[in-house]
């Protein structure tokens, strides 16, 4: 079926239990048409393994539809060693920056590294990355950040994103900047508990906005999409994490930060978001609040049918955002 043939996809990215799919996800996935998949180490056995994988979901929804993965480097990776190479975190990128030969060992390494991680995901079926991080933390940053920001100051985070999302985008690879509109003063991780940041607005545009707002107003911003964080921010909105917060979507993050890409939730099955209602709940509420497409990251087959009977398809406007979004096609390695 030709995309130009296909119904408005569900404002969904659904996910898979195992490393082949079951009969009941295969039918539950043709009946839903989720926007797309995102996978896990679970579902990735090794290359052989993978690639049926991934081309049995496009089979089954029956178009090109997007798969994503988070592979950042370092602690945050879904392909391992042995059947995959080991990529650096992003924090050695960013001391490379601020090292004695700066900019230009960091635009050779990362040259170099992304480009080898992109095609390795483009040989594997997989054109969407939900990298890189944008966030700067502070000394009381979770811990759960660490290593995978590139540095402590907008600058140099701001640079290394672009430098990463960049070779993606010339690989094939659509890259996932994270965590709008920051995550770097969260000294709770949103996996576990709902974080709340007490800052003012003045120190959150100057430094936590920063980088995203760089990238949005680079040449490569329509290519971007983007991943909204589990946060309270309370200097805008006291009551919702920015997931559900129409306030902090419509007025930092499409607004102050000028994102106008497609907007993902991060997993709206995380404890930050047990209070506000079932997943399925969850879902409507972040795309009622200005997400284009609702993110379900644990594979429960009912959950996955709560959604599908609940949630809208992706929106005129995240249709838009979508197409403007796509990358030429990259041949896949036989």
């Known amino acids: 079926m030709s995309l130009s043939a296909q119904p408005l996809p569900l404002a969904a990215i659904f996910s898979v239990q195992g490393s082949e799919l079951s009969l009941a996800e295969k039918s539950l996935f043709s009946a839903a048409q989720p926007l797309g998949f995102i996978l896990f180490g679970r579902n990735c056995q090794n290359p052989e393994q993978l690639k049926k994988l991934t081309s049995a979901l496009r089979e089954t929804v029956g178009w090109d539809c997007p798969i994503l993965i988070d ?82 100051n907008p600058e140099t985070v701001a640079r290394c994103a672009y430098l990463t999302a960049d070779s993606f985008i010339q690989h094939g690879v659509t890259p996932v900047i994270k965590h709008l509109p920051g995550h770097g003063r969260a000294r709770t991780d949103s996996h576990h508990t709902l974080p709340r940041v007490s800052s003012e607005r003045t120190d959150l545009i100057a430094h936590d906005f920063a980088p995203f707002k760089a990238l949005s107003k680079s040449d490569i911003a329509p290519k971007c999409w983007g991943m909204v964080a589990h946060i309270v921010y309370e200097s805008y909105d006291a009551r919702l994490p920015a997931t559900l917060s129409p306030t902090v979507i419509a007025e930092v993050i499409r607004g102050e930060i000028g994102f106008d890409g497609l907007l993902l939730s991060d997993d709206i099955d995380m404890k930050a978001l047990e209070n506000y209602g079932s997943i399925a709940d969850r879902a409507n509420l972040c795309l009622q609040a200005g997400c284009d497409v609702a993110l379900y990251c644990w594979a429960d087959l009912k959950v996955m049918e709560l959604m599908a009977a609940q949630l809208p398809p992706l929106s005129a406007k995240g249709w838009e955002r979508w197409q403007s979004s796509l990358l030429p096609k990259k041949n896949i390695p036989k």
């Open 71 to 152: 592979q950042e480097g370092g602690s945050v990776a879904r392909l391992r060693p042995p059947h995959w190479p080991e990529f650096k975190p992003a924090r050695i990128y960013g001391d490379g920056f601020n090292s004695a030969d700066g900019e230009q060992i960091l635009r050779d390494d990362m040259a170099d590294d992304m480009a080898e991680m992109a095609q390795m995901l483009i040989a594997h079926g997989i054109n969407v990355n939900c990298a890189p991080v944008c966030d700067v933390p502070i000394p009381e940053t979770a811990e759960i950040l660490g290593s995978r920001a590139y540095a402590l």
